[in-house]
């Protein structure tokens, strides 16, 4: 709830302290306004985070503005060095990262520690050497000498959800730094204390005044009044498909460029020759993060003549699951993020249940705590059942049966989204299925593989554009051919 007490006291989680305010112009900025931001492990209260005002959203876009010049006037060899060392400045923080994340997040501190921190210190320095490769490549013809040059765009807005704040923000300020932006992140106002600390290590590394700026708040009321701005020049959005509509409309109104990484539904197809244990064991990583994982296979499709097997399987890994504090090491599935998510999780559950669906294990809160929600497999569904077609975005999944390869893939195939999947079966069968499923990418007997040079993005309702590699530089740059006749 925004209250009108300044918003600079400096939130305190045991011995770490972070800045509540804005970081505009290179300095931190509070606000007259601020919200209150609980832990989802306990319900405490962390502290107030600034929101983000009308004046908060136009200092960041002049700042971002005066900036630009100079930063995109560098060549990327220039940024290099800088972006390498706000890489070492994540690094230099990782254990505050890892604690501020798990605890208002409820992200699992271990892997924060194993996978978010290293990789969001790739996120910034591989997209810093990549940027080396993309200027002037020639097209060479008998006429003339295309040089296709990657320009900088100008301001970027950058818009992240709550479910992983540090490693999708720098995925996004990654390459639009090293291509010679300037940005103005806005964080999730459930989770805003990695960024506000991304802030630290962007002023430590030298980054200069304005060139990076973070504004606390609210979607409907900063996002909305800066996704709505003519002068920003690009929108980097991953959240949520009703926002993204938002979004767009907002950036149609200014003809502006637009990504959006939005939900799934991902299929997890379990072929009658797949290896039953390795796609149980799989299976039950999908309840990581507390099944609050985009990319995550969330519905079960099992061909009819193992299922029993599989659920027995999977059973078996599922029931080992450590639910409980994230801070704890030996945790698997820690807590819903918000009160308001726990009984939307719980809403979907319910009526899948009064309509004719069978739980195989789970169906409720979980004794640990009120945020905590027991790992879920819901059975005995149609195709056009609500929790078929829509993404929950907790610790449920749903598991479906089918007799033959044409009928696994018209069940991956009918939702409306289109974003990742899994496949599990003799490699050349399951690889040959996979090619047919309609997503932006699919794992042949594996999950969670990922390359940065790699493209990553939905189809369908799951998004608009690609990100990783190439894909991140011809969305964050204009993209020029400058012609030379011979
Ligand atoms: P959300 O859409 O509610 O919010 C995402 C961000 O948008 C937040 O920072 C929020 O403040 C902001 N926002 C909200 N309204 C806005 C508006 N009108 N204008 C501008 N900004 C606005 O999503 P969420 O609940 O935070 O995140 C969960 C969703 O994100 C899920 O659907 C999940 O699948 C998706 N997600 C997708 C990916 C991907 O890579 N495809 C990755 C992670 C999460």
Redesign the pocket.
Known sequence: MATSTSTSTPIVIDDLSVSPDHYIGGRRVPSASGFELHSPIDQRLLGRVAEGLDEHVEAAIVAAQQAFPAWSALTAAERKPVLDRFAEEIGQRADAFCRLESNDAGVLLSRMRHGVVPRAMLNISWFAQHALDLQNRPIETEQARHIVRHDPAGVVVI??????PLM?STWKLGPALAAGNTCIL?????APLTCSLLADAGHAAGLPPGVFNVVQ????K???K??GDARIARIS????????K??AQ?AGANLLPCSL????KSPFIVLEDADLDNAAATGALMYRNAG????AGTRFLVHANIAKQFVAAMRGHVDKLVVGDPREEATEVGPIVHPR?VERVHGFVQRAVAGGARLLWGGGPHPFGAQYFQPTMVTGLQQSDEIVQN?V?GPVLTLQTFGSDEEAIALANGTDYG?GGVCYGETAHATAVAERVRTGFIWVNSFGIRDLAAP???IKR??IGREGGDWSFEFFCDVKDVVVPK
């Not at 818009?159 to 992983?164: D, K, L, M, V, Y």
């Open positions: 818009i992240t959800p709550w479910n992983a999708l806005k964080p999730p106002e459930w708040g609210t979607g409907a900063t996002g909305a800066l996704v959005f991953t959240g949520s498909v009703p926002t993204a938002w979004i907002a990484e939005l939900g799934g609050q994982v985009c990319l998510q993404e975005f974003l990553f993005g939905g799951s998004g």
